[in-house]
Nanobody
Framework: EVQLVESGGGSVQAGGSLRLSCTASGFSFDDSEMGWYRQAPGNECELVST???????YYADSVKGRFTISRDNAKNTVYLQMNSLKPEDTAVYYC????????????????????WGQGTLVTVSS
């Protein structure tokens, strides 16, 4: 069974930092692209960042230069270091491998993961 456990969320003021962690099991982590997604109240689920099994990273324009994705295959964990946080970063953050994300349209993925008890809340105040 695919299991994903996100942690590291919290409440910070604008300009602050958080590091999110996602520990995974139930699939071949090393061979999987891992992605971070987020959904703010009233907004659609959006892709934030991905880290492929080949070491290729992607960042949404809204977080480029502020967020850094990394992974530790020995720990089956992917991280999202978030610096210079802005209020618009407020959202529930989710992680998922490509084997899961490929099943859903991005706009549906956060709802699906949330229904399965996933996610960590990040709140950034002005």
């Amino acid at each position: 069974e695919v299991q994903l456990v996100e942690s590291g969320g919290g409440s910070v003021q604008a300009g602050g930092s958080l590091r999110l962690s996602c520990t995974a099991s139930g699939f071949s982590f090393d061979d999987s692209e891992m992605g971070w997604y987020r959904q703010a109240p009233g907004n659609e689920c959006e892709l934030v960042s991905t880290f492929s099994s080949d070491g290729i990273t992607y960042y949404a324009d809204s977080v480029k230069g502020r967020f850094t994705i990394s992974r530790d295959n020995a720990k089956n964990t992917v991280y999202l270091q978030m610096n210079s946080l802005k209020p618009e970063d407020t959202a529930v953050y989710y992680c998922a491998p490509d084997a899961v994300s490929a099943v859903f349209a991005v706009v549906r993925l956060c709802d699906a993961l949330g229904a399965w008890g996933q996610g960590t809340l990040v709140t950034v105040s002005s």
